[in-house]
């Protein structure tokens, strides 16, 4: 399998002209002469979406062309309005980049092009079109047509035919999606398109070198969807061989409710789209000094943060992963580290409690009360027994939603703890001279019998005493007496 991926660009504008790329406004409100491909309009290449590109390809490992340039693709279709796409040919601005998916599997990745977006058609049928235009029409199928995405900026990362199985093609575009979100370049939502992908399937006897015959399959609307295409498109291929027929080159549409893929046409050749330079923008050229400059404002890529943090911090998979999800949660814990709290307890802590905030208060961690500082202070507070990890819950609650210092916070609630020895001593003692019966069946060797101590002083201190510290005391003191 080879697949290419579309992935929207997440820029202010459109790719030629200066319309809001935006997703979800009333249809056609998003256009102007540039993008709907009116005579006598020039378009504009917006620089933020050349910046994005440079950025996905070189975090994608690939070469920079030094010379690149935009060229058109013709064809005739309702959802291009200027009846060619603005596209790159033979000189895509990056080439020759890997992604590896696990230690030692390293899928290639053939090029990166940058191109703008179609149209969005709507296929009503009588029925639909009957609903929503009571009375007017029903004569035949209709499509209606939304301009709003013509022209919004679109990379097309192309792999090379490396991937082997199903499961692959997902951690795939898996690892993709992490990447672009990574890095801001787009916010990959599948559901509303942002990112899109369409793969290349075939199957060959055990032993054959040469690639077989593929069939290309849209509509994959979903990470599962993608693997459940493709495994579906792998058994008919299988099918068709081994019944002695042939595979055709094709592009297939993938069919969720039936589970199968349903042949669309046969698929164009490159030929067919008579593609020629574009003659009203210019060529993109790049130095060496540029793409060190990309390099360099590069921020640290998930899969070497996760490799760091088991390293550096040995934590676990679960904890790793939490934190490698947004690049802020790695920046947040970092800091609560430098502010001395211990990494584990951070991690954990970010993982369980604080995502759980985030989740009851629908308040993403960047937008709570909470500082690494304050978070830091109340890991210290926890670690140095003054505050017990129960109470800790409720006091990175109120830091979460209200804020404050952790100490202000603690002493408010009154949950500091007392473990001071000279605080704890001299209760211990009195309940150790007022108890007699109760240390004799301690010290017969009946265990439990110091927990009706410890409940003691825990009731006179309002729950405030560190229980462990306290009944280290006791059975110190008690073991004095003998
Ligand atoms: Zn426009």
């Known amino acids: 399998m080879g697949l290419e991926v579309h992935v929207e660009l997440h820029t202010e504008t459109k790719l030629f002209c200066s319309c809001p790329n935006r997703f979800g406004a009333e249809p056609n409100t998003l256009v102007c002469p540039v993008c709907l491909g009116l005579p006598g309009t020039l378009p504009s290449l917006n620089g933020h979406a050349v910046e994005l590109h440079l950025r996905a390809a070189r975090s994608l490992g690939c070469k920079i062309q030094r010379f690149s340039k935009f060229d058109r693709k013709n064809y005739f279709y309702p959802d291009i309005p200027k009846n060619f796409q603005t596209s790159q040919y033979d000189?895509?601005?990056?080439?020759?980049?890997?992604?590896?998916?696990?230690?030692?599997?390293?899928?290639?990745?053939?090029?990166?092009?940058?191109?703008?977006?179609?149209?969005?058609?709507?296929?009503?049928?009588?029925?639909?079109?009957?609903?929503?235009?009571?009375?007017?029409?029903?004569?035949?199928?209709?499509?209606?047509?939304?301009?709003?995405?013509?022209?919004?900026?679109?990379?097309?990362?192309?792999?090379?035919?490396?991937?082997?199985?199903?499961?692959?093609?997902?951690?795939?575009?898996?690892?993709?999606?992490e990447l672009m979100l990574w890095l801001g370049i787009s916010d990959c939502k599948m559901e509303q398109g942002s990112l899109r992908c369409d793969a290349n399937v075939s199957v060959r006897p055990e032993g054959q070198r040469e690639l077989g015959v593929k069939a290309e399959i849209k509509n994959m609307n979903s990470l599962r969807s993608i693997r459940d295409a493709i495994e579906s498109e792998r058994v008919r291929q299988i099918e068709v061989l081994e019944s002695g027929g042939t595979v055709v080159q094709e592009t297939r549409g993938w069919d969720e409710t039936t589970g199968t893929t349903i042949s669309m046409r046969s698929k164009e050749e490159a030929q067919d789209y008579r593609y020629f330079p574009e003659p009203d923008l210019p060529s993109l050229l790049f130095t060496d000094e540029d793409v060190a400059r990309v390099d360099a404002a590069l921020p640290e890529l998930p899969q070497a943060r996760r490799e760091r943090y088991q390293?550096?911090?040995?934590?676990?998979?679960?904890?790793?992963?939490?934190?490698?999800?947004?690049?802020?949660?790695?920046?947040?814990?970092?800091?609560?580290?430098?502010?001395?709290?211990?990494?584990?307890?951070?991690?954990?802590?970010?993982?369980?409690?604080?995502?759980?905030?985030?989740?009851?208060?629908?308040?993403?961690?960047?937008?709570?009360?909470?500082?690494?500082?304050?978070?830091?202070?109340?890991?210290?507070?926890?670690?140095?027994?003054?505050?017990?990890?129960?109470?800790?819950?409720?006091?990175?609650?109120?830091?979460?939603?209200?804020?404050?210092?952790?100490?202000?916070?603690?002493?408010?609630?009154?949950?500091?703890?007392?473990?001071?020895?000279?605080?704890l001593r001299p209760m211990a003692q009195t309940v150790i001279d007022e108890n007699p019966a109760v240390v004799q069946q301690f010290k017969d060797g009946k265990g439990k019998a110091l927990n009706v101590l410890v409940g003691k002083i825990m009731k006179q201190t309002k729950g405030a005493a560190n229980p462990a510290k306290t009944r280290e005391i006791l059975e110190e003191l008690i073991g004095e007496t003998e």
């Not at 890997?98 to 990166?112: N, Q």
Request: proline letters at 4%; charged letters at 30%; glycine letters at 8%.
């Open 311 to 423: 390293k550096e911090y040995s934590l676990d998979q679960e904890a790793v992963d939490y934190l490698t999800m947004e690049p802020f949660f790695g920046e947040f814990f970092e800091a609560c580290v430098k502010s001395g709290a211990p990494a584990e307890e951070v991690a954990k802590w970010m993982a369980n409690t604080v995502s759980r905030l985030s989740n009851e208060t629908e308040t993403p961690l960047q937008a709570s009360h909470l500082t690494p500082k304050n978070l830091g202070r109340l890991l210290t507070l926890i670690d140095t027994d003054e505050v017990g990890a129960k109470s800790g819950q409720k006091v990175l609650s109120v830091l979460y939603k209200e804020g404050g210092e952790a100490d202000a916070v603690v002493d408010k609630l009154g949950l500091r703890q007392l473990s001071s020895a000279d605080k």
């Open 91 to 177: 000189l895509p601005l990056a080439y020759k980049g890997w992604m590896e998916l696990s230690p030692g599997r390293v899928i290639g990745i053939t090029r990166i092009h940058l191109e703008e977006d179609t149209g969005k058609s709507t296929h009503l049928s009588v029925g639909q079109e009957g609903e929503l235009q009571a009375g007017r029409l029903g004569r035949s199928d209709r499509t209606h047509l939304d301009y709003n995405r013509a022209g919004v900026p679109l990379l097309e990362i192309v792999s090379e035919p490396d991937m082997r199985t199903a499961e692959e093609a997902y951690q795939y575009v898996d690892r993709l999606r």
